[in-house]
């Protein structure tokens, strides 16, 4: 008989079985796995090891990261970096719930890199062939590839698109609705005249399918037996249409997602208002999905250089000669020059505290300054 699991272990796994309450079975999965991979490890180095607050990140911690990169076969750098933000998250939740634990037994430093796994970038001309490609076929495959292609979605939502996912917010102002999909989130894409022509052309071609097939999938636009042989169909499809459209190299959905992303910055679209569209929860996210060819690259340089070679006046400040006398509407011009001068040097001070030291000031410069309007009205 195996001896009964430590606190140690019955604290993680409690940690774990908390985390199901939430999280796919997927994600949990992935959890258990991690918590196996490093109790294993410690009750093979370090058996005496039984109780949170005598783990240690040298040698308990650092001893683990050296295991895992010394397994065989090799383990990927982003099946790592998965150990660790999954351990990382159970260690700072045991913490958090009062347990004895060391701060900072994972680090960010820990964390091996991540490879740019994100498709290649098709170019204009080869998006645009493609797109051409896909619309000369016209059957329901091709314009559901294009529908992903027109609103950024994962080809995943898009098969899980309703038959009613198209919504009129207002006069002339339509939406697609774009169901829970791969972040637990749902959202609304706005949908131009095409986007409603395409979603209008698969709902004909949706009309025109088996009956037995609309029978076993009444809730979906797209009529599907299982998701994952509909998913491969697509993929070869667009396979297909690429090499007709003599694009080179390997070409998947989420290419399309990508060339969205792109042509979206280039209509002048903000990052933040992409990020939306696409459904990340990080901005860094979205930047790695946008990619500038050189075309962009010239034409932001030379309108750069263009806008550097307009001349602006710069307006001055009204401080009173003192030949003028020294009135009180001559010293409150020279208050309200010297509070202007402040601002524009605050803005270029990066210390926190020298800021609020000069915010500070610049409030007192005011008090004078309301005293002084005090004193002007009491005058007349």
């Known amino acids: 008989m195996s001896p009964p699991p430590h606190t140690l272990a019955q604290l993680l796994d409690a940690q774990v079985q908390t985390l199901a309450l939430t999280l796919r079975p997927g994600s949990v999965d992935g959890y258990r796995a991690t918590l196996r991979r490093f109790l294993r490890y410690l009750s093979t180095a370090f ?3 039984r109780e949170p607050a005598q783990l240690c990140r040298d040698p308990h911690l650092l001893g683990w990261f050296a295991w895992l990169c010394q397994q065989t076969p090799p383990l990927t750098n982003q099946t790592r970096f998965g150990y660790l933000v999954r351990l990382r998250r159970l260690l700072d939740d045991l913490a958090a719930n009062g347990h004895p634990l060391p701060p900072g037994l994972i680090r960010r430093a820990d964390f091996p890199p991540l490879p740019d796994r994100l498709p290649r970038a098709l170019s204009p001309e080869e998006d645009g062939l493609l797109q051409q490609e896909l619309r000369r076929t016209g059957d329901r495959h091709a314009t559901a590839l294009l529908l992903t292609r027109a609103t950024g979605m994962r080809i995943g939502e898009c098969l899980d698109l309703a038959p009613d996912c198209l919504r009129q917010l207002g006069p002339d102002q339509w939406a697609l609705h774009v169901p829970l999909g791969k972040l637990h989130t749902e959202r609304l894409v706005p949908a131009d005249p095409e986007v409603r022509r395409l979603v209008g052309r698969l709902l004909a071609l949706r ?10 999938s009444p809730a979906w636009l797209l009529p599907r037996g299982a998701k994952r042989s509909l998913y491969r169909t697509l993929r070869l499809e667009l396979a297909a249409a690429a090499r007709r459209a003599g694009c080179p190299g390997p070409v998947t959905p989420h290419c399309l997602r990508r060339a969205f992303a792109t042509d979206m910055v280039r209509l002048g679209v903000s ?6 569209l696409l459904c990340h929860r990080d901005i860094r996210t979205t930047l790695r999905y946008v990619r500038l060819v050189q075309a962009d690259l010239q034409h932001e340089f030379h309108l750069a250089r263009q806008n550097a070679a307009q001349h602006h006046a710069v307006p001055t400040i009204p401080i009173p000669h003192p030949a003028t006398g020294a009135d009180l509407t001559a010293i409150r011009q ?3 020059a010297t509070r202007h001068l402040l601002s524009l040097f605050r803005g270029r001070v990066d210390q926190q505290k020298a800021r609020r030291k000069l915010h500070r000031l610049d409030a007192r410069l005011g008090a004078v300054d309301v005293q002084l309007e005090h004193l002007a009205v009491a005058e007349k």
């Open 271 to 276: 990052l933040p208002a992409l990020m939306q």
């Open 334 to 336: 020279s208050l309200a």
């Open 207 to 216: 009309a025109e399918a088996r009956p037995a097939l609309l029978a076993r």
């Open 47 to 49: 058996p005496q090891v």
